[in-house]
């Protein structure tokens, strides 16, 4: 008898664990049209579903059992798909067995008017809009969907929309003044989708979390099943290491061989068969300077015809980036600092020979050294123009990181063919600085030749902004330590003075107050090296002590807006996310940190700032923002032009890719092969190899043609 029960709940057990099997393989068991390129498809197959493929959405309906998931989706985003129109006779079968349909970007859908192409959208994201999709996920949060292409309806009740927003990562002004266009809702039973959702792995939708939780979200109401986790989610663009991994001994010296290598994947040297299609793109016109990647195929240049900036921050449907293809001086010093650098650690002939290819194309070949800027008569004489497109505009910081770039470049190649050039850029820029020892943040090259030279030396400018002052201090420190020249100390110190003291009420913070305190410290270090009083190590010592203040234990530097109006517009309202150049924040405590204004220039001045005082605090900043760097240089298998770069902006809570992309120039994701990849490159081949630019560049021949050029351009 006890054999017999015993054997009767085994029988028992059985058929219920059976049961329980076939009912979870159910639930995770879908039936979908639409192309198995898809990223939705593909990561459907990584987590183990099955999946039921077939050849219109009727047949998909018409195969699936009652109560089961099926997905609708166009087989070829962005272009509208004619078979995946959605009938009432479709809905009404779906209806009939209870099936869970999401039905994404169709060409027609009873009761909505879709039009027949799609609205391609540039500033607008998502928002949430509805109250389902978790703590994580509340209303009025985030979404990056990167070149939305929306089919425009009217729909009840969205739970997402899209439309153009002012905030980090929620909505701040809400939606009641800007356009809205329903992105996912609910009709006829449906989950309706209006854009190509299903396309977040390759158009590289963000932030990570955000939307693995609204695919989560999506796929258990189509499943059935609870609390899906989504355990195989793939990015084609992703960081280095994570938050907490341990970095391998070589991770810096990688870091290293992967940026520089950066410079030739994404072929920003321009070539003679593609230079035409620069020039068609590059500004000259008139028009912005970006378009489309270069060609697929297209050769590399060797730098005799410079380097192009980068990438914009615009990333298309397919996970490409717009280039920018302004060709500008401070560009081709930085660039060629990097390539000089990188050139000497891996003993590579290649990059030392672009390297001084890219300082000869900004003094003798291109125009930014032309004119009256190559005339000793003239006022303008030995200023470097700004870009090839605006070769009259001098900006003194651009001017200063293309010497700089130059100086650092010349030091690594061990060459002294550009001493002349160098020292006429410096007293250029100097003596149409003002008596307090500022210049303001740009010059006309048409309005010094008019007002003439005592009319700007004679100026008691004030202008308390270290990003557009302050390295060139630095430069009249270095030439000063070269030549004696003593005026280059007295003015310098005049300018310093004036902005230590009115730190922080008075200084014009611009898109960061973080941008500021970077900036400085390269100044008051190397004063510290021509000068070393206290006083002056208590500058430095504020400075440093300042912007550590915001250093992350990842090593980050969290952005900070200063207080009151800063240089750019004011986001009021939704109607001004977009319009002026901006910070990658709404608000102080925002967990972002910036590669374009702060944390490249912070880790180049920090190990300068370590070097001039032997200050372990100052060693071990720049070390922990180097380690930040190292972690989170792109890589990308798919995109191999921003594989080893880094872009602006990066989330070191989420550690993600990921701010407010307002600024209209130069938004989060861009590249820059100048500014950010020039800097960095150079920093931690510096940090790598123990060495700083301070002294690396110390025995430089300069002096004695300096002193030449001092003779002649500052005579009475």
Known sequence: MKTIKATIFLWIYILLCTGLTAHAEKG????????????????????????????????????????????????????????????????????????????????????????????????????????????????????????????PVTAGNPLIVLAKVVGFDKAEYGL??????????????????????????????????????????????????????????????????SRTASLPAGARLNSIRKGVAWFDNGRFFIHPAWKEYWLEHDGRNGTTPVGPPVPAGKP??????????????????????????????????????????????????????????????????????????????????????????AASTFYGDDNSRAILGAIGAASYLNKNNWDKELAEAIMGNFRTTGKLGFRGERLEEGNIIKNGLPFYQQRELIHISPHFESWMWACYLWLYDKTKYEPLLSQTKKAIRITMEGYPDKWLWGSSMQTQRARMILPLAWLVRVEDTPEHREWLDKMVNEILKYQDESGAIMEELGKGKGMFRELKKNEDYGSDEGSL???????????????????????????????????????????????????????????????????YGRWDYWAS???????????????????????????????????LTKNSAIGKPANAVIESMMRK
Request: contains cysteine.
């Open 28 to 151: 995770r068991e879908v039936y979908f049209y639409g192309n198995v390129r898809n990223d939705l498809y593909r990561l459907l197959q990584r987590e183990g579903f099955t999946i039921r493929k077939y050849s219109t959405p009727e047949a998909a309906v018409k195969a699936a059992p009652q109560g089961a998931g099926v997905l609708i989706l166009g087989s070829n985003y962005p272009q509208t798909d004619p078979v995946n129109r959605i009938t009432q006779q479709l809905l009404n079968e779906a209806n009939k067995k209870s099936l869970r349909l999401y039905i994404e970007y169709p060409a027609s859908f009873p009761g909505l008017d879709i039009p027949a192409k799609p609205l391609e959208t540039k500033f607008e994201r998502g928002v949430i809009t509805a109250d389902v999709f978790g703590g994580e996920l509340t209303p009025m949060s985030l979404l990056g969907i990167h070149n939305c292409h929306i089919l």
């Open 176 to 241: 009641a003044d800007t356009k809205t266009y329903p992105l996912l809702f609910e009709q006829d039973n449906a989950l309706v989708c209006m854009t190509g959702l299903s396309n977040f792995q390759t158009g590289r939708y963000g932030p990570q979390a955000s939307m693995k939780t609204v695919w989560a979200y999506i796929l258990s109401r189509i499943t059935g099943i609870k609390n899906i986790t989504l355990n195989k989610w793939e990015e084609d663009v992703r960081p280095m290491y």
């Open 300 to 389: 590399d240049g060797d730098g005799s015809l410079g380097i192009i900036e980068g990438h914009t921050s615009t990333i298309y449907y397919d996970g490409s980036q717009q280039y920018r293809y302004w060709m500008r001086a401070d560009v081709q010093g930085e660039a060629s600092m990097a390539l000089a650098a990188a050139g000497r650690l891996f003993n590579n002939q290649t990059y030392k020979d672009k390297s001084a290819r890219l300082i000869d194309f900004m003094f003798h070949t291109s125009n930014m050294r032309a004119g009256a800027k190559n005339d000793p008569a003239s006022p303008a004489y030995g200023l470097i123009g700004w870009a090839t497109t």
């Open 585 to 651: 924040i709404f608000r102080n405590g925002e967990k972002v940190a910036c590669m374009l204004y702060t944390c490249n220039f912070a880790v180049f001045s920090l190990n300068e700032a370590a070097a001039a005082t032997g200050d372990k605090k100052y060693r071990d900043a720049a070390n922990k923002l180097s380690d930040f760097l190292t972690r989170i240089q792109v890589q990308s298998e798919k995109h191999k032009d921003v594989d080893g770069a880094w872009f602006r902006a990066f989330d």
């Open 661 to 695: 992309n307002s600024d209209a120039g130069w938004g989060a994701w861009c590249t820059l092969t100048g500014w950010i990849q020039s800097w960095i490159v150079t920093t931690q081949t510096q940090i790598q190899q123990r060495e700083n630019f301070w002294d």
